[in-house]
């Protein structure tokens, strides 16, 4: 018998609504996994070091991994309507940003690309300061006035109200509106080393894992919350409807030109190294 997949991904509805099939057994001839729950700071950490043979990690770091992992054509974030958002205790406008400090969950981080292409256009002279914090500290760290504004992922923009905070920009509404591609999030890779015949193995996976998801929503229920950090379910299942879309079961030729396109921009503006031009290429 084989040795188990080693894989990484967040304890996120949408990773554990997406990978619940794979992870226990039921797609039909995969390979077996063997799964450690991380936050995306974490797995991104991870990749730069060639650790395990399978990740969920930023869009954003591939330029620093793609010799050695391959992205995977499906398994992952992207959307519409999904994109981080920038919050402050009171209204401000993006101007009122000049020379503050924002909170960010990672400075390799897809949230950060977008919100330093927002920002280069949209806040005069640019921000201040940047702190990283993990994202479940950010939005307490603005409410108490220990940042001025904080960029949040995830569920957060569904419980930011909840800390009496306020949206300042949605940095996925500034994404579409000015490319109108979908907001490339979290990416599915592999080792290369794994071979052509695995990787191939590993995408088909992943995509009947989703579309077993999809099919019987309640078999992973109890997987999901048991990882959803307290989340109320409610809240869990708006973040799965959001996050868990066509481009999950497949980038497709619009999530492919989001990927280029947002790599491209931040390329351009020095944020990350330049993409070659068949990186992205699947085997």
């Not at 390979?31 to 991870?46: K, Q, R, S």
């Not at 770091?61 to 992952?76: K, N, Q, S, T």
């Not at 960010?104 to 702190?131: I, M, N």
């Not at 999950?248 to 030109?257: K, M, N, R, S, V």
């Amino acid at each position: 018998m084989s040795e188990p997949v080693r894989i990484a991904y967040s304890p996120c509805p949408n990773d554990t609504f997406v990978f619940h099939a794979w992870a226990h057994g039921l797609v039909p001839g995969a390979p077996e996994l063997d799964v450690t729950f991380a936050d995306i700071d974490v797995t991104n950490g991870m990749a730069e070091r060639g650790e395990l043979d399978v990740l969920k990690v930023s869009y954003a770091v591939l330029p620093w991994i793609l010799d050695e992992y391959a992205l995977l054509p499906c398994g992952g974030a992207l959307g519409r309507g999904c994109g981080p958002l920038v919050l402050s205790r009171g209204a401000m406008t993006p101007a009122d940003l000049a020379g503050r400090t924002v909170a960010v969950p990672s400075e390799r981080s897809t949230a950060y690309l977008l919100f330093r292409l927002w920002a280069a256009s949209e806040v005069p002279g640019g921000v201040g300061k940047v702190v990283v914090l993990p994202f479940h500290e950010i939005m307490p760290a603005v409410r108490d006035g220990r940042v001025d504004a904080g960029l949040v992922i995830h569920e957060a923009r569904f419980t930011y109200p909840g800390y009496g905070l306020t949206c300042l920009a949605d940095m996925g509404a500034h994404w579409e509106d000015t490319t109108g591609l979908p907001i490339p999030l979290g990416a599915i890779v592999a080792k290369r080393s794994l071979g052509a015949e695995k990787l191939r193995a590993l995408a088909e996976a992943a995509r009947t894992s989703v579309r077993m998801a999809w099919d019987d929503p309640e078999v992973s229920r109890a997987y999901v919350l048991e990882h959803a950090q307290e989340m109320d379910p409610a809240v869990a299942d708006q973040h799965i409807g959001l996050y868990v879309n066509e481009f999950t079961a497949g980038l497709g030729e619009d999530g492919y030109a989001a990927v280029r396109g947002l790599l491209t921009r931040a390329a351009a503006e020095g944020l990350v190294p330049p993409l070659g031009p068949d990186a992205l290429a699947f085997v």
